[in-house]
């Protein structure tokens, strides 16, 4: 029985093996734990093994170089990456996902520029949840992504929609901190 050698690369941008986005929407990029390292999968190819002391700068550096290689833009990488955590994760160096579809890699990569995919990807929303939040159809907003002709007025919601969750998002993180600040001085 021949045994597989597996090599494992310190997870830095110059060793990173790198790969075109597919238009497959079935594809997704996976980072899988395992004692050895990372193993970073793609449309079931395997792209490499990588070891870090820290998931989460491994994701941040890897996505930087993937959207570099792919004509993306890496400014706001970070903050869009953050948009898509739920919840802190317990763990250290482990608030990412590890795992993320094709179309929230090419909303990160900024290689997609359809605000509506943007923002229920972003707003983890269904088309049905964001007309409802914007105040058009179902069926308007869904022809809006197909033929991708999106009126002003829509774009124009959408903008000040993304706006009002992010300013309410930054408003309960400073209601946390104003709380906490109370709790040590009482």
Not at 42 to 59: A, H, K, P, R, V
Not at 62 to 77: C, I, K, P, R, S
Not at 121 to 129: H, R
Not at 152 to 160: G, L, P, R
């Amino acid at each position: 029985m021949k045994v597989k050698t597996i090599k494992v690369l310190p997870a830095e941008k110059q060793h990173f093996k790198l790969f075109k986005i597919m238009d497959d929407s079935s594809c997704k990029l996976e980072f899988k734990y395992n004692i050895i390292g990372y193993a970073l999968t793609y449309c079931e190819e395997n792209f490499g093994t990588y070891s870090t002391d820290n998931q989460d700068l491994m994701i941040l550096n890897y996505l930087e170089a993937l959207a570099e290689y792919n004509g993306g833009n890496t400014q706001g990488l970070k903050t869009r990456l953050a948009n898509l955590v739920e919840e802190k994760s317990i763990a250290t160096n482990q608030q990412y996902k590890t795992i993320y579809k094709n179309t929230e890699l090419r909303y990160l990569l900024n290689l997609e520029n359809n605000i509506i995919k943007i923002a229920c990807i972003e707003q983890k929303l269904t088309y049905s949840q964001l007309a409802d939040a914007i105040g058009v159809s179902e069926s308007s907003l869904r022809s809006s992504v197909s033929t991708n002709k999106i009126s002003k007025q829509v774009e124009k919601s959408i903008e000040m929609y993304l706006k009002i969750r992010h300013l309410e998002k930054e408003l309960e993180k400073a209601n946390t901190i104003k709380s906490i600040l109370k709790s040590w001085l009482t």
